[in-house]
């Protein structure tokens, strides 16, 4: 796939001025192309995908900065995590590419930087993942500047909130805060950032929401119990798209009622949130 070309720093204004020139797509066009990929394997839609979400990618791979690697370089592996996105993305879920993508972007782009960052050699179990990209952020909520030092209640409030054994989080502790660089090293001509200042965002991702909400939502037994408080269009939605073994597509459903997919999406959308707050109440 042809992408504008980013080969050094040098030339990063120019492709961020490039990719600019890709246009934004409407829900209805995101939907349209995705199909088209997935069910013909159309790489001019698949093209037009991934162009139009290099901005995301980019602004993602700004965040890292902090870690010292070329920007260049992360917005080439954040560009690999999109192509990757675009591949499994599912238009049929109702949701947009983006925050799909966002997932599958940050996730190339950290496994480059923990495989590329030469200060310290950090496994990559999930527990040091979290802790490499997590633990500074922590530890300049606890820790004064003045002393700098974690205190053995500092060790067990971290290890308590990324669910990770003490030791791990003494050992990474060591690894990241006692290297020759400093920390206040500035990262760049361009900026003032600096290794510390390096805040990354702790959101759950997509498949994490996914998840919770799948199993807080839609298990069977609260729906029957919850289907009441939907009116009759709501319940048969609900039902063809979440409770039948082969769940029919937004666009079936679309030639039944006679009205768009994305209208459907937003009756779904509004029944799922209606069922969310009854099954809490049954709960």
Avoid: C
Avoid at 91 to 107: Q, S
Avoid at 157 to 172: C, N, S
Avoid at 179 to 205: A, F, P, V, Y
């Amino acid at each position: 796939m042809n992408l504008p070309i980013l080969s050094s720093e040098g030339n990063l204004a120019v492709y961020l001025q490039e990719i600019k020139k890709f246009p934004m797509l409407t829900a209805e066009e995101e939907y349209m192309l995705a199909k088209r990929y997935k069910e013909h394997g159309d790489s001019d839609a698949a093209h037009k995908l991934v162009t139009s979400h290099l901005r995301l990618v980019a602004k993602i791979a700004m965040g890292y900065r902090g870690y010292g690697l070329p920007v260049t370089d992360l917005i080439s592996e954040g560009n690999v995590g999109i192509m990757q996105a675009v591949k499994k993305f599912d238009p049929e879920k109702g949701f947009r590419l983006a925050t799909y993508a966002m997932w599958w972007i940050r996730a190339q782009i950290q496994e480059y930087v923990l495989h590329s960052w030469s200060l310290v050699k950090i496994g990559t179990t999930a527990a040091q993942k979290k802790l490499f990209f997590n633990l500074r952020k922590i530890k300049n909520q606890l820790v004064s500047i003045d002393t700098g030092n974690l205190s053995p209640e500092n060790v067990r409030e971290i290890a308590t909130r990324l669910d990770v054994k003490e030791g791990e989080v003494v050992d990474m502790e060591n690894r990241l805060f006692t290297s020759d660089q400093s920390l206040n090293i500035r990262l760049g001509e361009e900026n003032g950032t600096e290794w510390q200042d390096l805040i990354e965002d702790n959101k759950d991702t997509h498949d994490k929401i996914i998840e919770k909400k799948d199993e807080l939502n839609f298990r069977r037994s609260l729906f029957l119990k919850a289907l009441d408080v939907l009116n009759d269009r709501e319940k048969e939605i609900i039902k063809l798209r979440k409770l039948r073994e082969k769940p029919l597509k937004l666009e079936d459903l679309s030639k039944k009622f006679k009205i768009s997919r994305e209208r459907v999406r937003q009756i779904e959308e509004k029944a799922i949130e209606k069922l969310q707050k009854e099954v809490l109440n049954i709960q």
